[in-house]
């Protein structure tokens, strides 16, 4: 779906969008969690990436969510 959809008004390309909206969801899936970028480093490396893959999961999860529900709105929008 994202590939079919035009450039945003600043001319971002969708992939540009789709990957700054998952950075944030990581984001906010750490700050939430009470962990920052920094203090992931300071982490012991498996534990670590166990909250990482925790958040990418997080994240592309709400992606998903975010594309279907455009997707239905388009749907929506044809009938």
Do not use: F
Not at 45 to 58: G, H, K, L, N, Q
Request: hydrophobic residues 30%; without cysteine.
């Amino acid at each position: 779906m994202l590939n079919t959809m035009p450039d945003d008004i600043y001319g971002n390309s969708q992939e540009e969008i789709h990957a700054e909206l998952e950075k944030s969801l990581i984001n906010e899936y750490l700050k939430r969690k009470g962990y920052t970028k920094e203090s992931l480093k300071k982490l012991p490396e498996d534990e670590a990436s166990r909250i990482i893959v925790e958040a990418s999961t997080y994240a592309s999860g709400k992606l998903a969510e975010i594309e279907n529900r455009a997707r239905y709105t388009q749907n929506l929008q044809a009938d």
